[in-house]
């Protein structure tokens, strides 16, 4: 999982050159892809990064646990260790999330059958179903057609 990650590291570094180069900066289309990639790969090499310097607080707080004589010292580096070592876990299982296989649908752009659909069919899907009685609605000449909504009236009394 490591190499693999030291990999990904170098790319993301190589992308970044890439990025500032004016060969790329001129080319909207190599850009846009190389950025791309930037992208992707950033979220992993940040949490490998946060992985590493997690490794390195640990290794130096045990040292100093090795090292000092100093019992306020050692309560400190005991606390760091303490403090460290459960976010070491997580970021350990966030990094084997991060590395899973990407879905390919996942690029797909949404269907319409799930997009929501507008206000005016929202109001026709409430009609009478019966065509000759949403045709008698829509062309309500003079007076109340039989299908009609009821009108609200203000009575006086």
Known sequence: MFERLDQIELRYEELNRALSSPDITNDSAKFQKTAKA????????????????LTRGIAESKAMLAEE?????????????????PRVTAVEEDLKVLLL?????????????????????????????????????????????????????????
Request: aromatic residues 6%.
């Open 38 to 53: 930037h992208a992707e790969i950033a979220p992993i090499v940040e949490k490998y990064r946060e992985y590493k310097d």
């Open 69 to 85: 004589t100093d019992a306020a010292m050692k309560a400190y580096a005991e606390e760091e260790l303490a403090k460290l070592e």
């Open 101 to 157: 296989p990407k879905d390919p649908n996942d690029e797909r752009t949404s269907s319409s059958k799930f997009a929501p659909e507008p206000a005016a069919t929202r109001l026709r899907s409430s009609w009478p179903k019966s065509s000759a009685c949403t045709t008698a609605m829509l062309r309500r000449r003079s007076g109340r057609s039989k299908c009609s909504p009821p009108r609200s009236r203000a009575w006086a009394g």
